[in-house]
């Protein structure tokens, strides 16, 4: 079993910075590869990026390539999310998942943050 919980979330400037945590329980997280996904008003849940369970192999959604960063620190049970160069567009909770059965980019993972929210002004 493994808990998750984001943190860092804000109101930004467009152009700004932010960087969302996810703190996870458990003594088995470096097993499980982790996801980043956001969710707009309205819209369906959506994935941003993911990362290896070493760390080596990561991959972005098109939309914040280039601008936005996911890194692990397994020793601290850590996932961030640098997100740089931020746009109105970006405005969702972001949540934090671990542990997909299939690709990285299937919101079917297993384990689930409560979501953290990010809203970019214009």
Known sequence: QVQLVESGGGLVQTGGSLRLSCAASGRIFDQYSVGWFRQAPGK????????????????????????????????????YLQMNNLRPEDTAVYYCAA????????????????????????
């Open 44 to 79: 369906e849940r959506e994935f941003v990026a993911g990362i290896s369970r070493s760390g080596d192999n990561t991959i972005y959604a098109a939309s914040v390539k280039g601008r936005f960063t996911i890194s692990r620190d397994n020793a601290k049970n850590m996932t």
């Open 99 to 122: 542990d997909p059965p299939n690709s990285w980019q299937r919101d079917d993972y297993n384990y689930w943050g409560q979501g953290t929210q990010v809203t970019v002004s214009s």
